[in-house]
């Protein structure tokens, strides 16, 4: 299994562009997330989905949007690209809630400019 | 979710035994305490969890204090590769948003 994967590794935008962080994961989890961690700090919560077709907000979810149409993929969609959102995006999965393990993949390294 | 109190920082010799300590005076009776661990530029990656009772698994292990208001992560041999940033998190498991909410970590650096 692949695990949790995430593309592109890094990027930079300007500002008032637009781009979808892309997520997969192969394991058949019903959960996902999506996280943002800025320099020196811990990780924040967008957005999450519970399964397809399910999302809700998390923490931080403004300037950001998601979708979840199969079990396999969640992107995570900026629409207007604003140097605040220059951080690390790490995408999760889990198979349910309470204490079951997330799994997170490598992280999209975004810098706004 | 209850909030978890961590030291910023922390040293240690390679091959001996760290405890990273985790205060969390406000947990519930269904919180159970999960600790993840992230290396330099990877993602979080699952250590260990538990709810009341001690915890051993090929990674570590967890001791929970018998009023849950405190709990320890303990490497038996650190390694150059165990130098990272350590979170305690609290989940309850009864929330169905499964959100975890991480604070600044520990940052444990090993020394050859």
């Known amino acids: 299994n692949a695990g949790v994967t995430q593309t592109p590794k890094f990027r930079i935008l300007k500002i008032g562009q637009s781009m979808t962080l892309q997520c997969a994961q192969d394991?058949?989890?019903?959960?996902m997330y999506w996280y943002r961690q800025d320099p020196g700090m811990g990780l924040k919560l967008i957005y999450y989905?519970?399964?397809?077709?399910?999302?809700d907000k998390g923490e931080v979810p403004n300037g950001y949007n998601v979708s979840r149409s199969t079990t396999e993929d969640f992107p995570l969609r900026l629409e207007l690209a604003a140097p605040s959102q220059t951080s690390v995006y790490f995408c999760?999965?889990?198979?349910?809630?309470?204490?079951?393990?997330?799994?997170f993949g490598p992280g999209t390294r975004l810098l706004v400019l | 979710d209850a909030k978890t109190t961590q030291p910023n920082s922390m040293e240690s010799n390679e091959e001996e035994p760290v405890h990273l300590p985790c205060n969390h005076s406000?947990?519930?009776?269904?919180?159970?305490i999960h600790w993840y661990r992230q290396l330099p530029s990877q993602g979080p990656e699952y250590v260990i969890h538990g709810l009341t009772s001690n915890v051993n698994n090929r990674m570590a292990s967890l001791a929970i204090a018998e009023d849950r208001k405190s709990s320890t992560l303990i490497l038996h041999r650190a390694t150059l590769r165990d130098a990272a940033v350590y979170y305690c998190i609290l989940r309850d498991a009864l929330n169905t948003g499964n959100q975890f909410y991480f604070g600044t970590g520990t940052s444990l650096t090993v020394i050859p």
């Open positions: 999760a999965s889990s198979y349910s809630a309470g204490f079951e393990t997330q799994y």
């Open positions: 989905s519970v399964g397809a077709g399910i999302t």
């Open positions: 394991m058949n989890h019903n959960y």
């Open positions: 406000t947990i519930s009776g269904t919180d159970y």
